[in-house]
């Protein structure tokens, strides 16, 4: 069975300062790996996602994230965060539980707080 | 396009009440989802359905029912409500299955059981 862990349940950072927000999977088969964020009192929206190819993959509003396979690590960066990016950060891993039958696990979340 | 809406917004229940969470999308996804968010934990998987007609159970599906009698709809029945049921509940669909579509979330139902 496939887990997710978001490293830090929350992140204070000041506007226009780089960001790191950390995932790690385990799972014994090849994954899909997402970034959702959820702004307050609304649903979770896609960033970015990694299929295949590049491992280098940039999404929406400036953010990239970095799948690396040996680290089984996806971690979340932006070079320079803005007030607007406050929001909560979810990491999501899909994975073939058997007769492609697919489970996607959430992490717990990861909130980022940008002070002015 | 109105994506997935989900109706009502907030709904405060007393212990022992039902209620019906309703969940509609207009992009023609045959997959559709029911996720709670509860503080600190994530998204648990409710229910899922991969079609008109076919459901099937999530994570924690213990107190709901769902039907499909459609593409565009998919409600969640809270039977007999019970304070653990309070939550933020979101419906989601998909093009195709969770592995490499992604998700297309509502903006939640904040239910509170009293």
């Known amino acids: 069975a496939q887990s997710v862990t978001q490293l830090d349940s929350q992140v204070p950072v000041f506007e226009e300062a780089p960001v790191e927000l950390r995932c790690n999977y385990s799972s014994s088969v090849s994954v899909y790996l997402f970034w959702y964020v959820q702004y307050p009192n609304q649903g979770l929206q896609l960033l970015l996602k990694?299929?295949?190819?590049?491992?280098l993959v940039k999404g929406i509003n400036g953010f990239e994230a970095e799948f690396n396979k040996s680290q089984t690590s996806f971690h979340l960066r932006k070079p320079s965060v803005h007030i607007s990016d406050t929001a909560e950060y979810f990491c999501a891993v899909s994975a073939d539980s058997g007769g492609s039958n697919y489970k996607l696990t959430f992490g717990k979340g990861t909130l980022l707080t940008v002070n002015p | 396009n109105a994506g997935v809406t989900q109706t009502p917004k907030f709904r405060i229940l007393k212990i022992g009440q039902s209620m019906t969470l309703q969940c509609a999308q207009d992009m023609n996804h045959n997959y559709m989802y029911w996720y709670r968010q509860d503080p600190g934990m994530g998204l648990k998987l409710i229910y899922y359905s991969v079609g008109a007609g076919i459901t099937d159970k999530g994570e924690v599906p213990n107190g709901y029912n769902v039907s499909r009698s459609t593409t565009e709809d998919f409600p969640l029945r809270l039977e007999l409500a019970a304070p653990s049921q309070t939550s933020v509940y979101f419906c989601a669909s998909s093009l195709t299955g969770q592995g490499r579509s992604p998700l297309h979330f509502g903006n939640g139902t904040r239910l509170t059981v009293t």
């Open positions: 990694y299929l295949s190819g590049s491992t």
